[in-house]
């Protein structure tokens, strides 16, 4: 089956430690996304690739890293310079950035402790 | 800027009561336009989606919403609400040749069923 797989479901972290996102689609698809929720927020893009090799910053990109080398993948690397990591992390892709319907992986519940 | 306006953050109904949840959003050109839904914990799943030709769209779970280019709304209805509706809805907007990740959504419904 085609889809969108994050890993781990549930993410714990100590203050000061830079933490890593999996995300990994089959969808042969070419833009990818990050998205931060927040309750009563919505989703804020953190950051999104419309190729491999490119990527562009979001609307809240500070304190975030992310890389695409290979087309079906775009982990996102919480960094220490984020103030306030703990939220819920969903990764996203599109056939292209065009528009067009985004679809959405089940999502990283990040914890700060 | 391109904006999506959700009225209404949290929404209750009756089981077996229509559901509308009202979505608005601010464009210069011809929007590609967008319902999810999002249950705890989970990701997005589209329930319906606009692009081009007939304005009444109708989706999955029995919901259906229509484009209106005059009043630049795309509300969401289903005639009787279920239990299981009870979810948060995410409005978003599109645009070819759009930039920032081409999806913009708003802040989200959540929608309570009453028994």
């Known amino acids: 089956d085609g889809g969108i797989t994050q890993s781990p479901k549930y993410l714990f972290r100590k203050e000061g430690q830079n933490v890593t996102l999996s995300c990994e689609q089959n969808l042969n698809h070419d833009a990818m996304y990050w998205y931060r929720q927040d309750p009563g927020q919505g989703l804020r893009l953190i950051y999104y690739?419309?190729?491999?090799?490119?990527?562009q910053k979001g609307d809240i990109a500070e304190g975030y890293s992310v890389s695409r080398e290979k087309k079906e993948s775009f982990p996102l690397t919480v960094t220490s310079a984020q103030k306030n990591p703990t939220a819920f992390y969903l990764c996203?892709?599109?056939?292209?950035?065009?528009?067009?319907?985004?679809?959405f992986g089940p999502g990283t519940r990040l914890t700060v402790l | 800027a391109q904006s999506v306006t959700q009225l209404g953050s949290h929404v209750s109904v009756s089981e077996g009561a229509l559901v509308l949840l009202r979505c608005n959003y601010s464009s210069s050109v011809p929007p590609y336009l967008f319902w999810y839904v999002q249950y705890p914990n989970q990701g997005l799943q589209l329930l319906l989606k606009?692009?081009?030709?007939?304005?009444l769209v109708k989706g999955i779970n029995g919901f259906e919403a229509e484009f209106k280019k005059s009043e630049t709304s795309f509300h969401l209805t289903k005639p009787s609400a279920h239990m299981s509706d009870a979810a948060e809805y995410f409005c978003?907007?599109?645009?070819?040749?759009?930039?920032?990740?081409?999806?913009?959504f708003g802040k989200g419904t959540k929608l309570s069923v009453k028994p």
């Open positions: 996203a892709s599109s056939i292209s950035g065009q528009g067009g319907e985004q679809f």
């Open positions: 690739s419309q190729i491999v090799n490119d990527f």
């Open positions: 606009y692009t081009t030709g007939a304005t």
């Open positions: 978003a907007v599109g645009y070819y040749g759009g930039s920032q990740g081409n999806l913009i």
